[in-house]
Each structure stands twice: as C-alpha cells, then as structure tokens.
C-alpha cells in the first residue's frame, strides 16, 4: 500500500487553493486595487527567505511589466545587513514582505528595522492570521487555505505567487491578465492529471543525479524554486540560472547523468530558440516545458511537459511548478527519502 | 617539474594589472570623474555574461552604496529577452555592458538593440582595443593588461571590478574610497605570498566534493564568481547564495563532504554572527575569509583567510578573490585536470 505524505498531497491540492486565492482577492477587491497603484512610494521591494525569496523574483518582474514602477527582489538578509545599499532616506518605499509562516526571523526584523529608519509603507502576504509580522505591516492579505502541514513549501509558493499576481493585475488594470489568472485551477488540474503519473515513470528510470533549472525574465524566480525543491526533498546537487547563462560557465559540468529542466516561455524569442541549438550540443538529459512543443524541442527532450493554456507568458508561469514539484518528490521517494521530513530543515526559520 | 598553466601565471599576476588598471584611471580622471556622476540617466544598468554578470552584481551593490542613485545588475540575456521588465520608454538609462573580448553576442546584441529602441547612453568596460562592444558604446575603459590567454576569467574579473570601482569612487567623491583601493595590488601581493602553498597544501587533504560560497551585499557577487571557478576549473557541483540563504533550504545538502566557503565582513553584522553558529550546526568543512580572525571564527574553520588590509568592507572586497581562485586551481590540477583547458568552454561566447 502506498504511503500518504503530506507534500504530495499539497502539491496535488495547488487548484483547490488557487481557487480560494481567486475568491479572496475578488470579494477584497476594492481593497487590493490600490494597494499598488496608490503614489505614496517611488519603489517597491519585495522581500523574503528561501523560497519566498524565489517567489518574490518572479513577482517582481510581474510587477515591473505591468505596473511600471521600479522593483526589486531581495532576500531579507540583504536589507537587514546592508540596508543602506537598497534605501535612501527621503525616498519613499513599498516593502512586500512574504512568509508563509509570517515568522521568519529575518523578514520580521528587516521590515521592524525599516520602517523605524526609513519612510515605507509595508503590504505583506502570509498563510497565517496571527503573526509578528502581520503586526509589523501596514496591510496584508492572508491565505489560511495555503498553509501546509509540510517543511518544504509548494501549495503556498504557488498559492501567494498568484495573490500578488492578482493585485497587480487588479492595480495595473489588466483585465485580461486577471481574467487570465482565474483560469488556472482549471487548467491545473488539467496538467496534474496529464502528467502525474507521467512523472513517476519518468524518474523510475532517470539514472540523474545531479539537476539544472533555467528559466527567464518571470520565470527565473520559478526555475530558482524548482531547483530548490529538489534539493530539499531529493538532497541532490541541483543548480538554477536565467536561462542563457548555463551557457556562460556552469555548462562545464554538463553531461549525460545531468538533468536540464528548462522553462521555455511561448512569445517568440530568437535567443532562446538558439538557445536549443547549444543545449542539444551538452549531451544532458532534457526535460523542457512549453506552451506547446515544436519538432526541434521534442527531438531533444527526454520528456517535454506541453501546457496547453492559450495563455500568455506572464499568465502561464504558475502553471510550471506542479510538475517540477512532482519531479522532485518522486525523485525523493526513488531515493527512499521522505520528502515530509527533509535532512536539516524545519518548517520556520528563527533564530 | 612542474607544468606552466596560464591560468595561474594571471592569478599570480594580478596585483601587477591591478597596479596597471589604477595608474590607467589616475591619468584619465578628468574623464571619468563624470561617467556616473552626470545628471542625464535615472539609472544604472550593469550587463554582462557569466564572469562579467557576477562582477556587475557586485559593481553595482557598491554603485547603490556610494553614489545612491538607483542601479541594477542584469545577465545580457534578460534585456534581450525581456527589455519591458527592465527598461521604460521615457526614463534614461546608463548602461554599463561588461565584456572580457568585447565580443560577447548577448552584450553585444542588448546593448545594439536597446540603444535603438530606448533613451541610453553607454560606458563599455572591456580588455582589447577594437571589439564590436566599443563600436557601440558611447564611451568606455580599456585594459590592455587584464587580457587574458586563458578561458577561465581571472586577472580580467578583478581588473575589471577595481577598475569600475575607481570610477564609482572618483564620481562619488569617496576620496578614502579610492585611496583605499590604490593600495589593493601591494596588499594582494601580500595575501598571494601568505596563502599560496598554504592553499596548495589544504586542497591535498581535502576530500570534498560539492563546494557552497557564501557572501552578502558587496560579496554575493564575489561568491558566485568563486563558485563559477571551481566548476570551470574543477568540474564539481558548486553552489553560491547570499550569505543567509543557506539556511533556508540549500543547506538540506550539507555534509561533512561539503566545504563552507564564507566570505565575512568586517564591519560588525550582527546577524552574519548569528549565522556562524548555524554553520557550526551542519557539521560541513568551512574556509572562512576575513579580515582579522576571532575565536569562533578559527574554532569553526578548517582554514582561515585573514585579509589584515585595515580596508573597508567595500575595499577589501577584491582581496577575497585570489585565494578562491588558487583554491580552484589546485583542486581542478589535483583532480587531473587542466585548468586552462576546462570543459566544453571557449574564451569568447559568440552565437
């Protein structure tokens, strides 16, 4: 009989809290309209730990793309240790700090150390009502429905990545991106069921042990979450770059026991497609998630993961992580691992 | 006998063209006194590839630090990929594209296109006189003797680095930060002749095989360039993240096959110390580098590196580098391999 873990449940339950996600911001719209539109602040920093690290990089260049205004993604050590690098005094900033547990030691204090310093108003997202953080912030959106039992985040990354999309959707005016986005519990469901136990084959004879995630613009912050989700759950060597970049350096360790994992986004771009032409020369093992596969990515792909959204890049991002979260958790499992109970790691991080 | 590698005559050479990229900027002060400080760009963007990206993200931390204006480091790719997220048409930009050859097409090809389509001006670094980068940039910084015969950056990484850091401080006025940085290539010499055989030695007893730097601020950018030398070089799994990060998921990996490479401030942190008895929990090898040693800093350190340059932490950034790259270098001969011959790499990235 097979074990119950609480990680594959998790993952497999992302539309189920995508959905409740939707709901939320919907009935609190009016709200959330201003919360980045408002002309308080001339930058806004998103700001967390680990994967919340990862999933502020992607919302950051969201942000970007639609809103316009600068951005920038940070780890919250980065503030608590060299706070003068990232803020002036007499700017004004939006912090978005992001904590599943609303807990964690380093974002609490450097939103606490900020705000006493510097001119900033604060919107955090967290899974949790009651926390030190949400009393250190200015207005929150929480997400009960995306609070896990397990270490290892998937259902809260994917989950309060979205929330964030929907309020710059909401903020920016972009009705079609926001109308985009509630079609992902759908649609997710849709790829967990094509390629759930497309995956557990594919790692039963995946001889890799060693795994690169590249992805660009929104999706490096997603790439960045994959790999550390293998790390964590599977404790394999695993390495994440924007996409070109492998080719830079890091590819001087490709080979055939080497996974490549690559998140292709569908908007023509002349250099990622070249992009294929390097990869195919590497002798890697691929696995390449698309909109939808051409020839040349299907020829040199060991499993190509096909979408199938009709959305655009910006919209369809979330929609990579199930699979990449069930690659590693079968992995974990292959290795007789647990992935509920990950070597070294705890659920919140205080100290 | 022992074999000549050029890549470790330009290791050992440094502190010589550091000396030659800090007469170069002296003579041509007049000039570049302007280059960051005039008011015609709203921001700074540093561009490059691999080594020249990790260099940029640390150029541009002490760019935000001394001259306050905005500033962002990005990899080539992503202004090809994705220039909205990047760049506002109607907001002027200083684009500082960074390139060994000058010849890098992602540079190249970002700095061509964005000049075209948005309001930019240029200041090009680069080791050789004629390269298509210096065709279309607006100015630039030339350093003949950063040039290099091997693949592996090196020289050109750290003769790059001091000379935008010069530059930075001449704009900002930072005139202790400047005299600071004339008195790296003696203190390099120095550290070069303390650590050489020293690190020689180290690496002859070192069983480890996954390699983790460490750094913030100023030295996130220098810990990924020392992660990048020890896969170019050495050909193992090597992983690089800002300093506390660790914590949050990576270090699920570490083992006591696992070295710690740290690379510490000076400037007293408080939570940098916090994290030393993290470390000290996970049980990994740890290299410390920092400026003078404590007590739990040698407790917890196979080796240490004490820099005794009575620098800032925004000077003595610089030093850091030669015994990593020494570190690399005599793990990459003891494992058989030929450093200046690293795998499936080329100088010049072209495409």
Redesign the interface.
């Known amino acids: 009989m097979q074990q119950n873990f609480h990680t594959l449940d998790e993952i497999l339950s992302q539309p189920d809290a995508w959905e409740d996600v939707i709901q939320r911001v919907e009935k609190d719209r009016n709200r959330l309209n201003d919360v980045f539109r408002n002309e308080e602040y001339e930058?806004v920093l998103f700001l967390g730990?680990?994967?919340s690290?990862y999933l502020c990089l992607s919302a950051s260049?969201v942000f970007?793309?639609f809103i316009?205004r600068?951005s920038?993604a940070l780890?919250?050590?980065?503030l608590?240790?060299?706070p003068?690098?990232?803020l002036?005094r007499g700017k004004s900033y939006l912090i978005v700090p992001v904590s599943r547990s609303g807990e964690t030691s380093?974002t609490v204090?450097a939103l606490s150390y900020v705000r006493e310093s510097y001119r900033i108003k604060s919107f955090a997202i967290s899974c949790y009502e009651e926390s030190s953080l949400l009393k250190e912030s200015d207005a929150c959106l929480i997400l009960p429905r995306a609070s896990e039992k397990s270490v290892v985040m998937t259902k809260s990354f994917t989950s309060m990545l979205l929330a964030l999309e929907l309020a710059i959707a909401l903020s920016a005016e972009a009705n079609d991106y926001y109308r985009e986005l509630q079609t992902l519990p759908k649609l997710g469901e849709n790829i967990i069921k094509r390629y759930k136990s497309f995956l557990e084959d594919f790692v039963k004879d995946l001889g890799c042990e060693?795994f690169v995630y590249l992805g660009?613009?929104?999706y490096?912050g997603l790439a960045c979450e994959a790999m550390?989700k293998m790390?964590?759950m599977a404790?394999?060597?695993c390495?994440a770059y924007?996409?070109?970049?492998y080719?830079?350096?890091?590819?001087?360790?490709?080979n055939d026991k080497t996974l490549v994992c690559l998140l292709y986004?569908a908007d023509e771009?002349k250099?990622?497609e070249?992009f294929l032409?390097?990869l195919a020369s590497?002798g890697t093992r691929n696995l390449i998630e698309c909109e939808v596969s051409m020839d040349r990515i299907r020829k040199l792909s060991d499993l190509v993961v096909e979408i199938k959204s009709e959305l655009s890049d910006f919209a369809r991002g979330i929609l990579y992580m199930p699979p990449l979260q069930l690659l590693a958790f079968y992995k974990a499992v292959k290795r007789n691992l647990n992935p509920d109970r990950?070597?070294?790691?705890s659920q919140v991080?205080t100290?």
Chains 1, 2 share one sequence.
Request: charged letters at 30%; aromatic letters at 10%.
């Open positions: 930058e730990c680990g994967s690290y260049r970007a793309n316009g600068k920038t780890p919250s050590s980065e608590l240790l060299y003068d690098i990232y002036k380093e204090n060693q660009s613009g929104p490096y550390l790390k964590e404790n394999l060597p390495e924007h996409t070109l970049e080719i830079h350096g890091p590819k001087s360790t490709a986004s771009r250099w990622e070249r032409e390097e590497l990950p070597k070294n790691l991080v100290y």
